[in-house]
């Protein structure tokens, strides 16, 4: 059972354009959302990341929605650029998981 | 500095060849990992470790073993490879074993010819 569903797979955006990209969760006792960046060839990096006693966090042109009560959270990437091309991935853990649940990743290409 | 190595980054082998891979982090953490990403990108938990002792290990072949020597390093041994083995595999460290940053290595690309 895939404890973090990610869509889309891929997103093709204009630059300057919004990107989104969502989750959703099955574990009510997750309480730490990652939100991960992938360049070709490189580890995953952490970009932003929330806990579920706020509904919002943002970081100059990431933000993250989070929505409790439908075990759902996105990344939204404004003003999107060519440098934001990257594969980017969701996770969710807790406390007791020691472990992170990653969703499937989601290929962000951003066109001049 | 890199916060997390691994070594070598790349690895050509034929099956039924032995290989390892090993994975240092400098960031003082207390837990270390090993995830293995698929073709079609999909990131999935191998083992984990906090301070040197097995808390994890997510049904993995009894061919892949992993060794920590001391909570800075984190080395994976693969017996008697197999095609299926092909995969890029990352080395990962948290503060604790709690829900905190996971900092990843730059990844090892395994592929079994």
């Known amino acids: 059972q895939q404890q973090v569903k990610q869509s889309p797979q891929s997103l093709i955006v204009q630059k300057g354009g919004i990107s989104i990209i969502n989750c959703a969760y099955e574990n009510t006792a997750f309480d730490y959302f990652p939100w991960y960046q992938q360049f070709p060839g490189k580890g995953p990096a952490l970009l932003i990341a929330?806990?579920?006693?706020?509904s919002e966090k943002k970081e100059g042109r990431f933000t993250i929605s989070f929505n409790k009560s439908a075990k759902q959270f996105s990344l939204h990437i404004m003003d999107s650029q060519p440098g934001d091309s990257a594969t980017y991935f969701c996770a969710a853990t807790g406390s007791n998981f020691n472990k992170f649940y990653f969703g499937s990743g989601t290929k962000l290409n951003v066109k001049p | 500095d890199t916060a997390v190595s691994q070594t070598p980054k790349y690895l050509v082998t034929q099956m039924g060849n032995d290989k390892s891979i090993k994975c240092e982090q400098n960031?003082?953490?207390?837990?270390m990992y090993w995830y293995k990403q698929d073709s079609k990108k999909f990131l999935k938990i191998m083992f984990s470790y906090n301070n040197k002792e097995l808390i994890i290990n997510e049904t993995v072949p009894n061919r892949f073993s992993p060794k920590s020597p001391d909570k800075a390093h984190l080395n994976l041994h693969i017996n008697s490879l197999e095609l299926g083995d092909s995969a890029v595999y990352f080395c990962?460290?948290?503060?604790?074993?709690?829900?905190?940053?996971?900092?990843f290595g730059q990844g090892t690309r395994l592929t079994v010819v």
């Open positions: 990962a460290s948290t503060r604790t074993a709690m829900n905190t940053e996971a900092f």
């Open positions: 960031l003082g953490h207390d837990t």
């Open positions: 929330i806990r579920p006693d706020v």
